[in-house]
């Protein structure tokens, strides 16, 4: 496809469990980047990934947050022993990899932790 | 520490009156500013980009200024329709990784 793509787009899980969200980004996007929006609450950035290296891990709120990608494309977020304020909506964007690019946005992922 | 405001929080509009939006930013070293549409459970969908060295950018009905030495951006939405109701996000980059840093967004209404 032409867009950044996620996938599940919900998740429903219960507390305790382990869950991946997945991103697919633009063709040829080297830069990847990880923002949680949570309920009423404005975007946060949780990773950003330059190539498969993860330079900028700041934004990840705990040790249960993990990420990784692979062949410089897919990205998996995962997230151990969640937790109810782990609920959000998880976007994923890309881009071409400057500071000064436009970056694009997938539809998100919708978690809800019961 | 980057912090980015918008202003209004929210705003309701009859169709054809223009929009305002502002956003304002505390530090003036930004690589670019992009301007974003959110629709309820949607993603974000980039509407313009502004270079930390251009002034304006124009598409359609929609034109973003920014002036970096005051650390603001306005967004203008011309002969607003319906269709154009949802929430305005800007973001900027102040960092050479290109992370954003997001306002809160102005939630946009407009009635028909």
């Known amino acids: 496809g032409a867009g950044v793509s996620q996938s599940p787009s919900n998740k429903v899980t219960e507390k305790g469990k382990d869950v991946e969200l997945r991103c697919d980004p633009i063709?040829?996007?080297?830069?990847l980047y990880w923002y949680r929006q949570r309920l009423g609450q404005g975007l946060e950035f949780l990773i950003y990934?330059?190539?498969?290296?993860?330079?900028?891990k700041s934004g990840l709120p705990s040790d249960r947050f993990s990420a990784e990608r692979t062949g410089e494309s897919v990205s998996t977020l995962t997230i151990q022993r969640t937790q109810q304020e782990d609920s959000a909506v998880y976007l994923c964007a890309s881009s071409r990899g400057l500071a000064g690019d436009e970056q694009f946005f997938g539809p998100g992922t919708r978690l809800t932790v019961l | 520490k980057q912090e980015v405001t918008q202003i209004p929080a929210a705003l309701s509009v009859p169709e054809g009156e223009n929009l305002v939006l502002n956003c304002s930013f505390t530090?003036?070293?930004?690589?670019?500013l992009q301007w974003f549409r959110q629709d309820p459970g949607k993603g974000l969908t980039s509407l313009l980009l502004i270079q930390s060295s251009q002034r304006e950018q124009t598409s359609g009905r929609l034109n973003a200024s920014l002036d970096k030495s005051s650390g603001r951006s306005t967004l203008y939405i011309a002969a607003s329709q319906p269709g154009d109701s949802a929430t305005y996000l800007c973001?900027?980059?102040?960092?050479?990784?290109?992370?954003?840093?997001f306002g809160a967004g102005t939630q946009v209404v407009v009635t028909p």
């Open positions: 530090d003036s070293a930004i690589y670019n």
């Open positions: 973001a900027v980059v102040t960092d050479s990784w290109g992370k954003f840093q």
């Open positions: 063709s040829g996007h080297t830069a």
């Open positions: 990934f330059q190539g498969n290296s993860a330079p900028d």
